[in-house]
């Protein structure tokens, strides 16, 4: 996995490290999460997303793949439709509003716009909204997988960016 990957998607984007796979006692990659990566290297991949699988003027990931992540469909806002009823704190509240929902390991946070938000273990996060232009990159290490106040302040945070971002081409 670590070889198509890196072929693929590290090497096309323009990564300047080789990032770190998790491997089970088989020594076989984790496929669900496990990848540790440079600040700029995950911002990379960040920027990857934001402009719609595309990065130094070559498609690297298929574009109907980061839109059906994106913005979702049917059948993945039906089987989290439930997560929006009345005191359910699924996921801290990512699930908070009816339509947002968890697909290709991203939690979308505004089906509307297409916000997303990739998260890792211990506070590793990617947030992108493309109509804002706006993708921020967060590396750090909680106590915990999930520290809910910890995971509410970065929300907020990129809440507050996204009510002052102005979009622009990059």
């Known amino acids: ?3 198509v990957v890196s072929d693929l998607i590290w090497q096309p984007m323009g990564a300047q490290q080789d990032a770190d796979l998790m491997l ?3 020594q076989i990659p984790f496929y669900s999460g ?3 990566a440079t600040l700029r290297d995950a911002a990379r991949f960040g920027l990857l997303w934001l402009n719609g699988g ?9 574009a109907v793949f980061v839109h059906a992540t994106r913005f979702g469909d049917d059948a993945a806002i039906e089987a989290f439709k439930n997560s929006a009823a009345p005191g ?26 297409g916000t997303v938000l990739m998260y890792g273990a211990a506070g590793q996060m990617i947030f ?4 804002a232009q706006l993708m921020c990159t967060v590396l750090s290490q909680w106590p915990g997988s999930f520290v809910p106040d910890r995971v509410q302040g970065w929300l907020n945070a990129f809440a ?10 990059l």
């Open 128 to 131: 992108i909204d493309p109509p």
């Open 34 to 36: 496990g990848m540790s």
């Open 24 to 26: 089970d006692k088989r």
């Open 54 to 62: 595309a990065s130094n003027g070559k498609q690297i990931l298929p």
């Open 88 to 113: 359910n704190k699924h996921f801290f509240g990512l699930m908070a509003s009816p339509g947002n929902m968890y697909k290709n390991q991203t939690w979308n946070l505004d089906e509307k716009r």
């Open 1 to 3: 996995m670590g070889e």
């Open 160 to 169: 507050a960016l996204q009510a002052h971002s102005v979009p622009h081409t």
